[in-house]
């Protein structure tokens, strides 16, 4: 839920758009790039995006969500293959296999970090078992090269949802570089934005040539003849346009992300009852959100505290409610019941706040202030 009134002094994020970005969609749009279809800026954008990630192969499309149904679709996943995923994700990531056909089984989360546990990943699979989905949640990764260790043991296909950690890795190397595909969204509140938008990567080359012919209609020859049913996911020039020069700050972009957790890291340290976010030692987080879990030993619940956040003017959102809970996934034929208390913990008690690189020191203070001036019970 988000609890926001009137008057918000405070947004959970604005995005950073500057003169160069306007300037570089007025460019695309003067030189007719307002299409999917014909022009130098789509291209381009996917070469830099996936040179940047370190992969081979970018595809660009019309939304992170759209990128991970043309992933599993373009991989292969059918009617009643099971698709393992974490469980605490954005509903995009349920929808891609639902929208397959395919049925969400939801790994539950471990506490430190929320993404999914390895732990309980093969105890999991079945027969049915085609892929899985690591999502490396508000920024911070998953440990890929564990999770791959089991994806090749069991000849799944791994489809990384990247959409909240552009720039982060693990042990040195890109979030997005080591699954079969991975999914990278573009949204107003993400890193970088094309406004909407998303891309997928891969180094198959195979892959990319499928995920190109699907992304356009499946068009075949002759070019209205069409053997499969393809899908229109195509993003435009200038949204394009907009992207390349949202990368060309993306450094700049993650380390006022970076310096904005460690304010509200130093400014929350002692607040009891507070969780703030843990950065394992082999991670670099870049903190698409920056999320804390409220604790019993606070003096209000989660929900009383983002009551009187927004009633100060400073907008937050809960974390997202994990697959295990969603009505329309738990009612598919073929589902199956797995239980995720971490996760359920997680959706109850946690939230993120003011988020955006442009928030300022005085912003920042304010909020940690508010949080920690806890009122008498």
């Not at 995005?15 to 030189?31: K, M, Q, T």
């Amino acid at each position: 839920m988000a609890i926001v009134f009137d008057v918000v002094r405070i947004p959970v994020f604005e995005p950073l758009i500057e003169e160069s970005d306007v300037e570089a969609v007025a460019e695309a749009v003067r030189r007719g790039e307002i299409s999917g279809s014909f022009g130098d800026e789509i291209p381009s954008f996917e070469a830099e995006f996936a040179e940047y990630v370190g992969v081979a192969h970018g595809v660009a499309v019309t939304s992170g969500s759209t990128a991970l149904q043309l992933a599993l679709a373009a991989g292969g996943v059918c009617p009643g293959d099971e698709v393992l995923m974490s469980a605490s994700t954005n509903i995009a990531t349920g929808l891609a296999a639902y929208h397959c056909g395919a049925v969400s089984v939801p790994v539950d989360s471990e506490p430190a970090t929320g993404n999914l546990d390895l732990s309980l990943i093969e105890s999991l699979i079945t027969e049915r078992t085609r892929a899985i989905i690591p999502v490396h949640l508000f920024g911070h990764p998953v440990d890929m090269d564990a999770l791959m260790e089991i994806a090749k043991r069991y000849e799944l296909l791994v489809v990384e949802d990247a959409a909240e950690a552009h720039g982060a890795t693990v042990r040195g190397r890109m979030a997005g570089s080591f699954g079969d595909m991975s999914c990278f969204s573009f949204y107003a509140n993400k890193l970088i934005t094309t406004g909407e938008g998303g891309m997928v990567l891969t180094d198959d080359a195979e892959l990319a040539d499928r995920l190109r012919y699907l992304r356009n209609l499946a068009h075949g020859q002759p070019r209205f003849v069409h053997q499969e049913a393809g899908f229109n996911f195509r993003m435009t020039g200038y949204q394009a346009a907009l992207g390349r020069s949202q990368l060309s700050r993306i450094g700049s972009v993650l380390d006022s992300k970076r310096a904005m957790a460690s304010k509200y890291d130093s400014a929350l340290a002692d607040v009891p009852g507070i969780q703030t976010p843990v950065v394992q030692d082999w991670a670099e987080h870049v903190y698409w959100m920056y999320g804390i879990v409220v604790g019993p030993d606070y003096g209000e619940t989660r929900d009383q505290l983002m009551a009187r956040l927004a009633e100060s003017g400073v907008e937050t959102r809960t974390f997202f409610c994990p697959m295990n809970l969603q009505p329309f996934l738990t009612a598919q034929e073929g589902y199956r019941p797995v239980d995720c208390p971490v996760a359920d913990h997680l959706w109850e008690s946690g939230l993120y706040l003011p988020s955006a690189p442009s928030l300022s020191e005085d912003e920042i203070s304010e909020v940690a202030g508010l949080i920690r001036d806890i009122p008498p019970s």
